[in-house]
């Protein structure tokens, strides 16, 4: 863009842009900014001309990004953000802000974490908005650029440019139907390693190595199993490893669990809260097994009084659930 096109440019324009990028569809980003759809239109008419370059064009799954678009609109929230956060005022009051949050969370902290998160953004915040995106491959450039404002999941590796907190530590324990011939006796090494079993994992595209993928520089435990307790036994006892299954998230794990005879290990809050649920036993692992840390993280940059409140949020709801 030449210096000419940035004097005149209306920053109302990229507000715009900013909202098609997110959304892919006209209809709903003129919904985000409350303006009608002929209005979002022309002001990509406008911008087209701004730009020189098509920008959006219509597809099978909505309004795709060009290779222009896909380059500088990372770039653009990135401005938008610095600049709301040097006019926003330093005083942030939950009961008036009509901000949409974003988080990015994995099924299991949907379930046992987020719940409690958002009762008090609820209760503090009635006129707020969450969005709950899926913490999955692409993570750490929707940290970047600011489509997510926050990262709960289990990291071995973050990078300088994010901070990071520890929230709680999870316990991972085998479950089987209450009903399985396992269920009867203690579970022990010896019989573990005879039972097929089921793996959560929640891997999509990346290279996985020791149960976790890296993107970006985040690296991200994507399976949840033994660390090859069971794998190493049989092949020191010369045996054949037990038949392994894959799911690709903790409910569809639960609920195979629940009608086979197959035994998985999963997190222990997960577990209790749904063993009801699909007729569920668990048992500690026959080994010693090391707690799983999950953490919540965010670019270092984008830490305005508003960000800060609903970290705090759900620092509060992780020390509830510790506390039980």
């Known amino acids: 863009m030449s210096d000419t096109h940035l004097r005149t440019l209306d920053l109302n324009l990229l507000r715009v842009f ?38 959006f064009v219509r ?8 290779p222009r678009a896909a380059e500088i609109g990372p770039r653009i929230r990135e401005g938008l953000l610095q600049l709301g956060a040097a006019l926003a005022p330093g005083v942030f009051t939950p009961g008036e802000t009509q901000r949409v949050f974003s988080i990015a969370a994995s099924a299991y902290a949907c379930t046992i974490l987020l719940p409690g998160v958002i009762a008090a953004v609820r209760r503090q915040a ?11 491959m692409g993570l750490a450039e929707e940290l970047d650029a600011g489509r997510a404002d926050v990262a709960i999941g289990s990291y071995t590796a ?17 479950a089987m139907r209450a009903d399985h011939p396992a269920a009867e006796t203690e579970l022990t090494l010896d019989r573990l390693i ?7 994992s929640t891997a999509e595209d990346g290279h996985v190595v020791d149960g976790a993928v890296t993107d970006s520089g985040l690296e991200r435990r994507v399976i949840w199993d033994d660390g090859g307790v069971v794998r190493r036994t049989c092949q020191q006892r010369g045996l054949p490893s037990p038949p392994t299954y894959y799911a690709p998230d903790a409910q569809s794990a639960l609920a195979l669990l629940g ?14 809260a749904y063993s009801r649920t699909f007729n569920l036993k668990v048992f500690d692992p026959p080994y010693p097994s090391k707690p799983t840390d999950i953490v919540m993280l965010w670019r270092k940059e984008h830490d305005a009084a508003a960000l800060a409140w609903l970290r705090g949020l ?3 709801a992780a020390t509830t659930l510790s506390a039980v």
């Open 126 to 136: 009635p006129n707020a908005e969450v969005r709950i995106r899926s913490a999955g």
């Open 158 to 174: 973050i990078p300088d440019r994010f901070d990071s907190l520890p929230l709680m530590q999870e316990r991972m324990v085998w």
């Open 18 to 55: 900013d909202a098609l990028f997110e959304e892919r569809n006209v209809t709903r980003a003129a919904q985000r900014l409350g303006l009608t759809q002929s209005a979002v239109s022309h002001a990509l008419n406008r911008l087209r001309f701004t730009m020189g370059d098509e920008l």
């Open 59 to 66: 597809g099978p799954a909505g309004m795709r990004a060009t």
């Open 259 to 272: 009608g086979s005879d197959l035994v998985g290990l999963l997190p222990r809050r997960l577990c209790e």
């Open 314 to 316: 759900i620092g509060q």
């Open 194 to 200: 005879t039972l097929p079993q089921i793996v959560l």
